[in-house]
Every structure is written in structure tokens, then in C-alpha cells.
């Protein structure tokens, strides 16, 4: 027997060492017995803590993630990593029920907002609450039409107890007042025409104020929908009649001759004058950029 000869710790028989090997076993028939028996240990003799049970063991290497760095967990057996998983999975599934405030698994086809059917009819049926203004309690109706009655049902939008108080709240609010003007902000107030680039406050060409003149000349400085004198019209807002385009000054495409002609312009009063815009943009949809030849 030379030196160098290993022994088979099944067998106990001598054979040549072999390169890139461990030199365990004597051949193949006693690695099977050694893999039957348990005594088998792959890969390197590092140890690790296993992170589901913690019991030490050896024989593996941390495993890569997708990114290619290496990972943080190992685990003793495949029981163990199924078990700590499942642990994962009951955490990001677990939620709290917002009616009843309950903990609970959620199912993966469900909102995960209630722990049951009950609980979700529950917190859509609308509650007693106090009115923001008057502070009095009052449940909110709402009236549906169907085709041969109307049927009111509860919700819980409404802040207010009547439309008096939601008035008098907004008017008292300075955040809502806010949040309205900005909801009515430029291109999101029904009055748009496409800011200054289509529509100038007062840039009416060059034969502007002439033909204003003129326009209230003819119409005896008279609302000609009301009946407004312009000197009535004076004392209530601080100014003069205005003059209504019937069709808008921008739609003519920089023609101020077209635009400023005398059947196009009509006197009207402030409150007129803005009911007869909203009436022409009703009846025929703004479309940014057309122009009448």
C-alpha cells in the first residue's frame, strides 16, 4: 500500500486519490450507501444558521439573487424554507377590517377592505353625523327616478343638512373657496375661449371703440334683452353698457371689420351679456383654432 492511498470510510478498502475530488469513498457503490445512510455531505464544509429554525448546519452556500448579489436568508431543508414563505405570505395578506377594525387574511380576488360580506353592507349603509354648520345630526337622502316611482335610499356624501347650511359653510370656508377657484381655474371654467393667444380682454382691432360707439348709438344705450338704461347699469356696477359680439371676435380670424360690423354687435347689460355667451357656447361647442370666413 503507498502512502499516498486513501481509505473508504464504508468499506474501509485502500484506492488511488483522485484530482478534484474528496476522496471518500472507494467508487460509486459506497457513495450510494454513504447518501442511504445519511453521512453524505455536499458542497463546502462552511456552517450557517438556518434562518427559519436556527439549527446550524453545513454543506451549502448562499444562493444569488436575480440582481447577482448574494442572499441574506438560507435554510437547512426545503420543509424550513416552505414554512418561513408561508410566514411571509400570512404577513402581506393580513389586513384590517375598516368597519369593525378586525384582523384577517385577505383573499388575492378580493379589495381587502372587509373581513366579510356583513361588514361591507355595514359600512355602505349610511350613518348618522353632525351637519358641519348647524352641528345638528341628520341622515343624507338621495332620490332615484325609476320609471313609475322614485325610491330614496341613504348616503354619506353629503357634509351639510340642507343646501342653506352647505351654502353658508362654503361661504365661511376659506379652503373650500380655494379648492373652488382653482377647480375653475383657466381652461376648467366653463367660460374658456382659449386664453389670451384667441381671446383678448378689450383688443378688438383698431375700429373697436368706434363701432362700440356706434353699437350703443343705435340701441339708445339700452339692454336690449332687459331693458337696462345704461345710467341704471352705471349706478349697480360702477360702468357702462357693454357690447355683445353675437358671433365671438375670435372666431373671424383677425377680420376686425367682420367682427366689429354693426349687425355682429348688440348692447347688453353685464348680467345679459354674460347669459347670451354662455347661451352661443351651449348651442355651438368651442372649437379652439375655427374661423368663419
Known amino acids: 500500500m503507498a ?16 484530482a478534484r475530488k474528496a476522496n471518500l469513498y472507494c467508487g ?8 442511504r445512510q445519511g453521512d453524505y455531505k455536499r458542497g463546502s464544509s462552511i456552517k450557517h444558521d ?13 444562493a444569488k439573487k436575480r440582481n447577482g448579489e448574494t442572499a441574506d436568508k438560507i435554510f437547512c431543508s426545503r420543509e424550513c424554507y416552505d414554512n418561513h414563505r408561508a410566514k411571509i405570505i400570512k404577513h402581506e395578506r393580513t389586513s384590517c377590517c375598516i368597519e369593525c377594525g378586525k384582523a384577517y387574511i385577505k383573499h388575492f380576488s378580493g379589495s381587502g377592505r372587509y373581513c366579510s360580506m356583513e361588514c361591507r353592507t355595514a ?47 362654503a361661504s365661511r370656508n376659506p379652503e373650500r373657496k380655494e379648492s373652488i377657484s382653482k377647480a375653475f381655474t383657466g381652461d376648467k371654467h366653463p367660460n374658456w375661449q382659449g386664453g ?22 343705435r340701441d339708445k344705450h339700452t339692454c336690449q334683452d332687459c ?29 376686425n371689420a367682420k367682427a ?15 347669459k347670451a355667451d354662455w347661451a352661443y357656447r351651449k348651442a355651438n361647442p368651442m372649437q379652439m383654432g375655427l374661423t368663419i370666413n
Open 196 to 217: 389670451p393667444q384667441l381671446h383678448h380682454r378689450g383688443a378688438r382691432g383698431a375700429g373697436w371703440q368706434r363701432a362700440r360707439r356706434s353699437a350703443l348709438k
Open 123 to 169: 359600512n355602505k349603509r349610511a350613518k348618522p353625523k353632525h351637519c358641519v354648520n348647524c352641528g345638528c345630526w341628520f341622515t343624507a337622502m338621495k332620490a332615484i327616478r325609476r320609471k313609475t316611482r322614485i325610491d330614496f335610499i341613504t348616503t354619506n356624501g353629503p357634509k351639510t343638512c340642507s343646501n342653506k347650511c352647505l351654502s353658508e359653510w
Open 3 to 18: 502512502e499516498s492511498d486513501c481509505t473508504c470510510t464504508i468499506c474501509g478498502s485502500q484506492f488511488a486519490p483522485r
Open 227 to 255: 331693458g337696462m338704461t345704461e345710467a341704471e347699469h352705471i349706478k349697480t356696477t360702477g360702468k357702462g353698457l357693454e357690447v355683445h359680439h353675437k358671433r365671438p371676435f375670435w372666431q373671424y380670424g383677425g377680420d
Open 28 to 35: 460509486l457503490p459506497c457513495y450510494r450507501v454513504a447518501q
Open 260 to 274: 366689429n360690423a354693426l349687425s355682429n354687435l348688440l348692447s347688453l347689460c353685464k348680467s345679459c351679456h354674460q
Open 50 to 62: 438556518c434562518t427559519e429554525c436556527g439549527k446550524e448546519f453545513e454543506g451549502r452556500s448562499k
